[in-house]
């Protein structure tokens, strides 16, 4: 079994930042590529960013400049860390990881975790 736990959201104000963690446990074999996505109410689940295992990345256009992603291989977690936040970035975060275990490759969600961005 796997299990992706998201930490880090809250309310800020705008300008301010905030850090998501994720972190993926159970018995995993290999992570392939891991990233964030992020729903607002009324509209659909988007990509914000994405990392290869190797370490490449990917941003949505609206959070380039201001956002930055990270993983630690050896940890099996990444990070998004979000600066100039603005309020149309608020939003549940949700961490997503290609996971590959002894038994199958599968697309693995967390639960989310809510940013608000107001003042």
């Known amino acids: 079994q796997v299990q992706l736990v998201e930490s880090g959201g809250g309310l800020v104000q705008p300008g301010g930042s905030l850090r998501l963690s994720c972190a993926a446990s159970?018995?995993?074999?290999?992570?392939?590529?891991m990233g964030w996505y992020r729903q607002a109410p009324g509209k659909q689940r988007e990509l914000v960013a994405a990392i290869t295992s190797g370490g490449s990345t990917n941003y949505a256009d609206s959070v380039k400049g201001r956002f930055t992603i990270s993983r630690d291989n050896a940890k099996n977690t990444v990070s998004l860390q979000m600066n100039s936040l603005k309020p149309e970035d608020t939003a549940v975060y949700y961490c997503?990881?290609?996971?590959?275990?002894?038994?199958?490759?599968?697309?693995?969600w967390g639960k989310g975790t809510l940013v608000t961005v107001s003042s």
């Open positions: 997503n990881a290609d996971i590959r275990t002894v038994v199958r490759r599968s697309d693995y």
């Open positions: 159970g018995s995993i074999w290999i992570i392939n590529d």
